[in-house]
């Protein structure tokens, strides 16, 4: 019995270590990614409201990402909990940025280059709502602390790809551009699944669910971005802008000029 509650204390140790550096380094990947934007000239601070609006709310989850997870391994669960309730209201906020701030892009005709303007209006939403899918499972199971985090790890790696798009020479992997950027984030949860099957032998059931959650938000883009509701989507959403004259199936030509992002 002894020897079971010693191996319990060891996991849950190794699991604070795993969450917490997996945390800091997701951050340092989505800051370097946007800090590489800003120093290449594709990004300014003059930028519509609504950019800097929606930049402030992920940047913020991040932070409050690594907060959490250095307030679990410091032992600081009240703490802990308050600041949970807040990043409930703080992940509404996202998802509904995050939606508006796309659908503004391809009214606008400015979505990047190197993807097709329907591909981008399907695949942006879906991951910011897979996020909140996944964020909101997290919250929900905030009594199960190994599902609690599994999942909470699952939702931030949607946020970790389009750091990598910023970091990865994205326009020299067109036509797949996007898919590069999934794959490479997705190697975060694997990498927590690889662990637990070296510390217990087996994947700990949340990473699957969490791993077959954003592998069906990867398909359900693909099968919904090449299809007529695709296009019906594309058309209604813009209706009267100036993505209506844009082909949606198209990939943009480069811009004269240095690319913007984010208009």
């Given at each position: 019995?002894?020897?079971?509650a ?53 940047m ?40 508006f701030?796309?659908?503004t ?28 899918a ?74 699957t ?24 989507i ?30």
């Open positions: 019995m002894a020897t079971l010693w191996q319990a204390h060891v996991a849950t140790v190794g699991d604070e270590r795993f969450f917490l550096l997996s945390a800091i380094i997701m951050a340092a990947i989505i800051v370097a990614g946007f800090s590489f934007q800003l120093a290449m000239g594709r990004s300014t601070f003059g930028s519509p409201v609504r950019v800097h609006i929606h930049a402030v709310l992920f913020g989850w991040v932070a409050i990402y690594v907060l959490q997870n250095s307030l679990v391994a410091s032992g600081r669960m009240r703490l802990h909990r308050r600041l949970g309730w807040l990043a409930a209201v703080w992940m509404v906020a996202m998802v509904g940025s995050g939606v701030v796309t659908a892009m391809v009214r606008n005709g400015t979505v990047p280059f190197f993807f097709q303007p329907v591909h981008f209006l399907i695949f942006d939403p879906l991951a910011v709502l897979t996020f909140g996944l964020t909101t499972a997290a919250i929900l199971l905030r009594r199960r602390t190994e599902w609690h985090r599994r999942l909470h790890f699952c939702g931030m790696t949607i946020l970790i790809s389009p750091a990598f798009g910023r970091l990865l020479p994205l326009p020299l992997m067109q036509p797949w551009a996007w898919e590069t950027a999934f794959v490479v984030s997705l190697l975060f949860p694997l990498t927590g699944a690889w662990l637990d099957v070296r510390r217990s032998g087996r994947v700990h059931p949340a990473w669910l969490g791993i077959a959650v954003i592998l069906a938000s990867f398909a359900l883009t693909q099968a919904i971005a090449y299809s007529p509701l695709g296009s019906a594309y058309d209604r959403v813009t209706a009267g802008y100036p993505g209506a004259a844009i082909d949606p199936l198209a990939f943009p030509p480069p811009p004269a000029g240095p690319l913007m992002t984010g208009r």
